[in-house]
């Protein structure tokens, strides 16, 4: 009788938890993935990432055609309707189609999935519903939820999270955010698109916490023009629900005079914490840190010989793409080979229009470590975003003034998502603002502005 059931027990099915499985499995190891949620994916596929941008894409087209964007561009349109139904519709298939393929997936490289949430009952073993199975590696990947309110109480009604803010049945007259984080501005672009009035609270003096100080400013500025309100500095003391309205009360951060606000409803999104409770870590010898997090080394092994953990439940940002190139490289350092991931750059990127996107540290961050130099582009010098009527936003490049190697890249403008990738590869690289000043970039794009910005650097840039 073979010793353990499995080489290889994953405990999530997230970006981090699926991603180990299936990277696992393909490397030769006999493979489980146990799994409490109906379908595969975890947050990110089913109330994260993907249902929230495809409410994103759909409510900036509908925004297009109703605000007259598409009119000013020669398409003409009759009066333009909203379908809340059919744009929850897609939502819906979008997450349905994903979450499906990672279960055709699972199927393909042999990941067994235990179905059922676990805990821990011995070092290797865990219990999954009513089974009880051994393995040689448990990987821990159970990410996170959303942080509560204390004396707030979410009823998916009308005070909601991010998972029952993908779901409103109708649009609000007045939505309040809590927390100006990027699920406060994302979800907030979406319902203000379809016509919420939209105020986001936020306790500190600026929204965007973590990203570089000009990309907060410049961000706070264009979300104002498009009709956000922001009451920055105030915190949330209270919500009463009444009649199937909130009252929130707030008052400024630094304390003074409570003011009320009346809304239809309320999302709180003021961060996530890890999940380890019902996990039964006693069991396996394991504690959390002060945050509530398992820690974990270099290669992801846990304080316990056997047992790794990855994705939101460990330190760092809680992002998909972090915990997806910790699952590749979790299973890689179990299977013998080496599994690293480079921490200082994982990029981080807010999908609003204009998207807001940054890659290794900011100006602030750069400026206490050393001299450094700073270039700045702005979109309204590039021919493409012009031509596009995208005059917002700017890139951003930060170098250590004696070596010249880049630092950091903030971006702001519709592609800025995407363009963050050749700014982090470039830095992978180690490439200097030269470097990028000297690569070729195909005309006309928003990816000149890149080029421009590394110009910049040394005080060279043509278009402006
Ligand atoms: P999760 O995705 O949280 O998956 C963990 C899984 O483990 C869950 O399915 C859970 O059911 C399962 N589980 C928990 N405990 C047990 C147990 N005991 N037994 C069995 N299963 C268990 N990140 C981005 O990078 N880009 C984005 O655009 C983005 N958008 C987001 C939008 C929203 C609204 C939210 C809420 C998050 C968003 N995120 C985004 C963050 C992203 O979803 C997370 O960083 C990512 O999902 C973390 O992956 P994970 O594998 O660590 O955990
Ligand atoms: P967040 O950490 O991004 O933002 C929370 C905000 O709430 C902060 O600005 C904080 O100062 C504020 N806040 C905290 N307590 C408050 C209070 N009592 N009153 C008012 N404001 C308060 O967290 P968020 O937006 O909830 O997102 C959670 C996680 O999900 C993030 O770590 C993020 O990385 C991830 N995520 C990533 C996305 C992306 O990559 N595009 C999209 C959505 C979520």
Redesign the pocket.
Known sequence: MAEYDFDVLVIGAGPGGYVAAIRAAQLGLKTACAEGRETLGGTCLNV??IP?KALLHASELFEEAAGGALAKLGVKLGSVELDLDAMHAQRKEAVKGLTGGIEFLFKKNKVEWLKGYAAFTGKDSVKVGDREVRAKNIVIATGSSVTP?PGVEIDQQVVVD?TGALELPKVSEHLVV???????L?LGSVWRRVGAKVTV????DQ???GFDGDVRKESAKLFKKQGIEFKTG???TGVAVNGGKATVTVEPAKGGEAQTIEADNVLV????RPNTDGLNLEAAGLSVNARGQIEVGHEFETAVDGIWAIGDVVPG???AHKAEDEGIAVAENIAGLTGIVNHDLIP????TMPEIAGVGLTEEAAKEKGEVKVGKFPMAGNSRAKTNHEPDGFVKIIADAKTDRVLGVWIITSLAGTMIAQATQAMEFGATSEDIAYTCHAHPTHSEAIKEAAMAVTGKPIHI
């Open positions: 994260g990432c929230s309110l991010s809590i927390g100006g984080g990027v699920i406060g994302e609270v936020e306790y500190l929204i965007l916490p105030t915190k949330v999104a003021i961060g996530r940002p809680m992002l981080s990127v807010v999908y």
